[in-house]
């Protein structure tokens, strides 16, 4: 049996002696690594602390006390000593363990987080509040350097310094990148202070030597590590938490789990906030993650555990947008590319190669990148923002008074809209088309198919007067999905029979749409499909489509609540459109995680489930007569 097997609880870790944490802490690697060669998963982050988590719960006693990840894709670890490890092998699986903490996993997840740069905040409330309640509870917070690019965490770092009797330590686990290479000048002073040869031999030696001495030794290293801020002012930069007032212990060796629980603990006898400065290596420990030049394994897909290569994984809607985008910098030396720290993961790896000058990685900072795009603007460029759809909502006051107020020719770029099922609730994509409806001006766009993403994508960019949205799925895109005629600015993608239903589909419910359509025709009833292509504002072409119609269906990947189908029905009725209309998209609710096709079908967004209530509509009493056919053209 493997240690990892007996601990059910963090405080078995303090039975372990030195030999069989390193055991321990080699066997957690192996499970990390053949769990996420089968399931894909947070990989790389998790390899980087595991030292880092097992002295956490070795000086900490959670639940007691509260430790909070920032992001909590870095929490594997942290489950496995937690009480999991036997359902870990469930990891992102419908009915399995959450690839974030989770509040009904177990008593030890209080923050479900997995939008960064927010746990200091979390950790700043809860601290106070133990410190109000009297309560002599200690609060952890974890925290990634690339977290640390985001202003919130720098907003709660400003308030934590003045809560002096906050029992709060922030454990920043510092390796130099968030997906890539961490940017700014946060990252570049880290960095100095992390890679300083000069500091980091002479601390060397000093180790050494007095570890050497009998008896006092170690005891005087330990006293250094608490005291040596002058060694570290004139070795390497000006402490930058030092400077705002927070107690400040580091850096240590974030893979030195001994190390580690030394500096902990100082961390815990000190009477306030303190910060401890771990330096970790993303990947640490699988060679095949080390050598991953791109992001060390940060969230590969299913992979062959001995050599690390990852399974072969056809086209994905990213790469239509990566190629395109290429070739309308190509054609527009106007239009420049902003990210928040996920320069890979959305497709703009591509365009930085070529155009490197025009490129702006803000690090996660996606209220930055909306309005730092409208002064690009301003200045005479195009600025496209891609980031993932459930990234933007962080960015809407920036995008409505910043961008939107100021009629800002901004384009923003929303992959993974939708359902994108595996990383859980906080990844949906489901809220950016009903926030963005009260945006004025805004003009907001969502493809069906990878012809119409570089279609729609042409047409965003032209609009140099208002900000444009393009918005598409996660996953494979399906097959070129060509019009058979046109209305006003729609696509008509079915055109059979009698004005019975008009169903909207919208983006990647088109192809959900034309099977709806093929079952209700096979009932014998007509049936007109349109893709609005833009879908804000309402093609005005929809409103007389519709009162030709018996019904209308509108179907989409976005919460139902204010999104497109909502905003067709307020139309309707304001043009005085009395024809019915069912709106069918995701439920108001968190969505647990799973294969984003398992999570369509328990909400009902399949061709099958649709179409069997239309064709119950339409065999009620008093449904309307049918309309003759004509071309909707």
């Known amino acids: ?106 008593d030890h997840d209080l923050v479900e987080n997995s939008h960064a740069s927010t746990a200091l905040s979390y950790a700043d409330g809860l601290a106070k509040a133990y410190a109000l309640r009297g309560e002599g509870r200690h609060v952890v917070a974890v925290i990634g350097d690339g977290a640390l690019t985001g202003g919130m965490a720098w907003e709660a770092l400003n308030n934590i310094a003045i809560a002096q009797d906050s029992r709060l330590v922030i454990v920043v686990n510092d390796n130099g990148r968030s997906y890539t290479p961490t940017i700014g000048g946060l990252a570049t002073a880290l960095t100095s202070l992390r890679t300083n040869p000069r500091y980091e031999q002479v601390l060397e030696v000093v180790k050494k030597r007095l570890n050497a001495v009998k008896g006092v030794g170690p005891a005087a290293y330990d006293v250094l590590h608490a005291v040596k801020k002058g060694m570290k002012d004139a070795l390497a930069p000006q402490g930058l938490f030092e400077d705002l007032g927070l107690k400040y212990v580091g850096p240590v060796d974030g893979h030195d789990r001994a190390a580690l629980e030394q500096v902990l603990a100082q961390a815990k006898r000190f009477d306030g906030p303190v910060i401890v400065h771990a330096l970790t290596r993303k990947g640490f420990g699988y060679a095949a993650a080390e050598r991953h030049v791109a992001d060390q394994f940060h969230a590969p897909g299913p992979f062959d555990r001995e050599s690390g290569e990852e399974k072969p994984k056809g086209r994905i809607w990213t790469d239509v947008f990566a190629d395109e985008i290429v070739a309308i910098g190509e054609r527009r030396p106007d239009v420049v590319a902003v990210t928040a720290a996920m320069m890979h993961p959305v497709g703009l790896d591509g365009f930085q190669r070529r155009f490197p000058e025009r490129t702006f990685d803000v690090g996660i900072a996606e209220q930055h990148a909306a309005t730092s795009a409208a002064g690009l603007a301003m200045g005479g460029l ?252």
């Not at 065999?619 to 004509?630: I, M, T």
């Open 1 to 106: 049996m493997g240690h990892l097997e007996s601990i059910s609880t963090p405080r078995d870790l303090r039975d372990l002696d030195d030999d069989e944490l390193a055991a321990l802490a080699s066997e957690i690697r192996d499970v990390l690594v053949a769990t996420c060669a089968r399931t894909g998963g947070h990989l790389g982050p998790n390899l980087g602390v595991v030292e880092l988590t097992l002295a956490v719960h070795r000086v900490f006693d959670s639940p007691h006390d509260r430790v909070v990840f920032d992001t909590g894709h870095q929490a594997y670890v942290h489950k496995l000593l937690t009480g999991r490890a036997a359902a870990f092998e469930g990891l992102r699986q419908e009915g399995g363990l959450s690839g974030y903490p989770s509040q009904q996993e177990s």
């Open 382 to 633: 195009h600025p496209v923002v891609a980031v993932y759809a459930t990234f933007l909502n962080r960015a809407f006051d920036q995008v409505l008074m910043d961008v939107a107020l100021h009629r800002c020719g901004v384009t923003f770029v929303l992959d993974r809209a939708g359902v994108t099922g595996d990383d859980g609730a906080s990844h949906n994509g489901m809220w950016d088309m009903s926030v963005l409806q009260v945006v004025p001006g805004l003009r907001l766009a969502a493809p069906r198919d990878p012809a119409r993403l570089r279609e729609l994508l042409g047409e965003a960019v032209e609009v140099s007067d208002a900000p444009t949205v393009v918005r598409f799925p996660k996953g494979a895109p399906p097959a070129d999905l060509e019009a058979v005629g046109r209305a006003g600015g729609a696509d008509v993608l079915v055109r059979s029979g009698t004005r019975d239903v008009l169903v909207v589909g919208i983006g990647s419910m088109a192809t959900t749409a034309v099977g709806v359509a093929e079952r209700l025709v096979a009932q014998g009833i007509g049936v007109t499909v349109v893709d609005p292509r833009w879908v804000k504002p309402v093609d005005p072409a929809l409103v007389e489509l519709a009162r030709d119609h018996r019904l209308v269906v509108s179907i989409e990947d976005n919460g139902v609540v204010g999104g497109c189908g909502a905003v067709l029905l307020q139309t309707l009725a304001e043009a005085g459109v009395r024809t019915p209309v069912r709106v069918y998209g995701i439920p108001q609710e968190f969505l647990g995680h799973a294969k984003r096709d398992a999570i369509l079908e328990r909400i009902g967004l399949t061709p099958q489930t649709i179409a069997r209530e239309v064709v119950e509509l339409m065999a009620a009493p008093d449904a309307e007569p049918a309309v003759e056919a004509a071309d909707p053209r």
